[in-house]
Every structure is written in structure tokens, then in C-alpha cells.
């Protein structure tokens, strides 16, 4: 590990380790994503293995298990490189096999050589000389997935249609990107100077556990949304419940408007996007009743609170889009309780001032 601090390498290993397992039980539905949880996977348990196998007193053969892994690991990055640069098509697959196949020879090659150092058929220098090889050249295969990352990412961040959440992931991933392109230089420039490329050195192993810390916060996100969804903290769901007393009082009022229910489950957007059509079409029946007389109470009392609700906001038009439409229902919403406040505190005075009713 090069001079580097043990803890905060176990914390960022098991911080990836923990974000692999939750990413393969909830975010797990494409196959970038399959390919991305095998990719910090690996990451991390190499990182574990080349842990332990530098604070312990283990043989070098079984040292060298962490390059087996990081042959893997490299095929996996290298795949959603492509992927992510615009190669995830119908092809991505069989490209991904043949990532694997060339990572499976390099690792089934250093077993053997490792097995030679064992039964004493070749001296552990070679076993090391061959290890520095595979190490060094795969930064070839990384560097090319800096550029392909740095470039997918690029073009996102200046995409006019990017939010500027996205913009700032994109931003770190280009960072990313390029950490990777001058990390396998610097690897190979070491190795030509004769250090192994195990030994970037302290700066770069900092450097390169940095850049693991990011990613994994970046794949972190969508376990975040997921949560956020789960306990009702995302935006769809507090819209939902701004927007659930006037539904609830305009459905009360118009209930044929009201679409049959189901116990299929919904995502909060599509239980946002109902409850404004619902309460749409029930200020359309009321509004068109307007000028006439209510029979019922509920209805009556509906259209008076509406009235009340819609004092100084905006007029509309029927040609303004979803989006213009849901704010305007969002700020009539929360406008409800004070006009309901107010109805019923009219209502009552009214009953009061009636004979007998005192």
C-alpha cells in the first residue's frame, strides 16, 4: 500500500464493499448496472486481499491473488467504459465475454507461474518479473477506459438538457477519467525506471483510493433515491402529500372523477401525476357549475372554498403544459387549509346569526 494509512483504506474498501451489496439487491435492472456492481465488487475485494496481504506475513505467491483479481477488474471497467461511451447496443455482451476471456488467460497465466514458483520449477524472480508485466500492462486497458469514460462524461456535462445535479457527477466522473488515463502512465513510466507497479507510490495510492472513494459516492446515488423514495423524502412524494387535502376534498365533492383504484404499486411520480388529473377534471366539473345552483352541500361548500383558494393566484390557460399546471394545482393546494380555515369560519358566523341558532 505504499506508506498509506490502514484505516482510511479499510473504511473507502468497506464503504464500496457495502455499496456493491446494496447496488446487486436494488440497482441491478441493466446490464451497465450488473456490469458496474462487478466492477466495484472486485475492486473492493482486491483492494482486501492486497491488504492483507501487505500487513501480514504471508507468502508472495499468495500475494498475487490481488492481481488475479484485478485482471477482472480491469475487463469489468473496461466493459462499462464501452458501455457508458455508447457501445451498450445488442453486441455489448459478446464484447464483454472476450474482455473476460483475455482477463481469464491472464489470470489463468500468473496461477501457473505462481504454481511453477511452488513445485520450485522457476524462481520466484520470474514470478514477481511476470507479475510487474501483467501489472504494467494493465494500465493499457485502463487508460483507454479513462478516455472513454472522460469523453461519455464530457459529452453529458455540455448536453444542454442536463440538470445541474448531473452536471456536477459528470464533472467528477471526467475527473475521474483522467486520474485513470495519468494513473496507467505513471505506472508504466515507473516500471520503465525499474519500480514495480505495485509501488505507484504514496501520492499516487492516495490518489488512487481517492478516486475509488468518489466513484463509489457516485454509484451511491441511485441507493440514495431509492431511499429517499422508500421513507417519502423525494420531491414527487412531498408533492403528493401537498396535493393530497384537495384531492381528498374535490373527489369528496365530484367522486366520479376519482379512477377506480388498485393495489398495484406506484412510483410517486405516477401517484403525483393522477392526483392532478383527478383534480383537474374535478375543478373542470365545478368550474362549469359555476354560475348554477348546487344541490349538495359538499359540492356547494367545494366551490366556495375554491373561490376563496384561488384569490390573487394567476389565471391559467388551456394551453399551458403539465409542469405549468402542477404548480399552479401545488400553490392552490397550499392555499387550501387557510381558504377551508376561512369558509368554516364564515359558515359559522352565518349559522350564528341565524334566530335560535344562538
Known amino acids: 500500500?505504499?506508506?498509506?494509512?490502514v484505516l482510511p483504506v479499510l473504511v473507502?474498501?468497506?464503504?464500496?464493499i457495502v455499496v456493491t451489496i446494496l447496488r446487486w439487491f436494488f440497482v441491478r435492472d441493466s446490464a451497465v448496472d450488473r456490469l458496474i456492481n462487478r466492477a466495484l465488487g472486485l475492486a473492493g475485494v482486491g483492494m482486501l486481499i492486497g491488504l492483507a496481504t501487505t500487513s501480514s506475513a504471508v507468502p508472495v505467491v499468495v500475494g498475487h491473488v490481488s492481481a488475479i483479481t484485478g485482471f477482472f477488474t480491469t475487463s469489468a471497467i473496461y466493459g462499462v467504459a464501452r458501455m457508458l461511451d455508447g457501445g451498450s447496443g445488442p453486441d455489448a455482451r459478446r464484447r464483454q465475454r472476450r474482455y473476460d476471456l483475455v482477463a481469464l488467460g491472464g489470470a489463468v497465466s500468473a496461477v501457473l507461474v505462481n504454481m511453477a514458483v511452488v513445485v520450485h520449477l522457476i524462481p520466484v524472480e520470474i514470478s514477481s518479473r511476470w507479475h510487474s508485466i501483467c501489472s504494467a500492462g494493465s494500465g493499457l486497458p485502463l487508460a483507454v477506459?479513462?478516455?472513454?469514460?472522460?469523453?461519455?462524461s464530457l459529452r453529458e456535462f455540455r448536453s444542454a438538457d442536463t440538470p445541474m445535479g448531473e452536471r456536477v457527477a459528470y464533472g467528477a466522473l471526467i475527473g475521474?477519467?483522467?486520474f485513470w488515463a495519468c494513473y496507467a502512465a505513471i505506472l508504466l513510466v515507473r516500471y520503465r525506471w525499474g519500480v514495480p507497479p505495485d509501488d505507484p507510490g504514496k501520492v499516487w495510492a492516495l490518489a488512487g483510493f481517492t478516486s475509488l472513494a468518489v466513484i463509489t459516492t457516485l454509484l451511491a446515488i441511485p441507493l440514495a433515491r431509492i431511499a429517499a423514495v422508500r421513507f417519502g423524502w423525494d420531491r414527487d412524494s412531498r408533492d403528493c402529500r401537498r396535493l393530497r387535502p384537495l384531492w381528498?376534498?374535490?373527489t369528496d365533492a365530484v367522486p366520479h372523477v376519482a379512477l377506480a383504484p388498485d393495489d398495484t404499486p406506484r412510483e410517486p411520480a405516477e401517484r403525483r401525476y393522477r392526483m392532478a388529473i383527478e383534480i383537474r377534471d374535478a375543478l373542470l366539473h365545478l368550474r362549469r357549475q359555476a354560475d348554477g345552483d348546487h344541490d349538495d352541500d359538499i359540492g356547494r361548500r367545494a366551490l366556495e372554498m375554491l373561490r376563496g383558494?384561488?384569490?390573487g393566484l394567476p389565471a391559467r390557460s388551456s394551453a399551458d403544459s403539465h409542469d405549468v399546471e402542477?404548480?399552479?394545482l401545488l400553490a392552490l393546494a397550499d392555499r387550501w387549509p387557510?381558504?377551508?380555515s376561512a369558509y368554516i369560519a364564515t359558515d359559522r358566523s352565518g349559522l350564528s346569526a341565524v334566530p335560535g341558532n344562538r
Open 12 to 16: 473507502i474498501t468497506g464503504y464500496a
Open 326 to 328: 402542477l404548480r399552479h
Open 248 to 250: 381528498a376534498a374535490l
Open 145 to 152: 477506459s479513462g478516455f472513454l469514460l472522460m469523453r461519455a
Open 1 to 5: 500500500m505504499t506508506g498509506v494509512p
Open 338 to 340: 387557510e381558504a377551508e
Open 309 to 311: 383558494a384561488e384569490l
Open 176 to 178: 475521474v477519467g483522467v
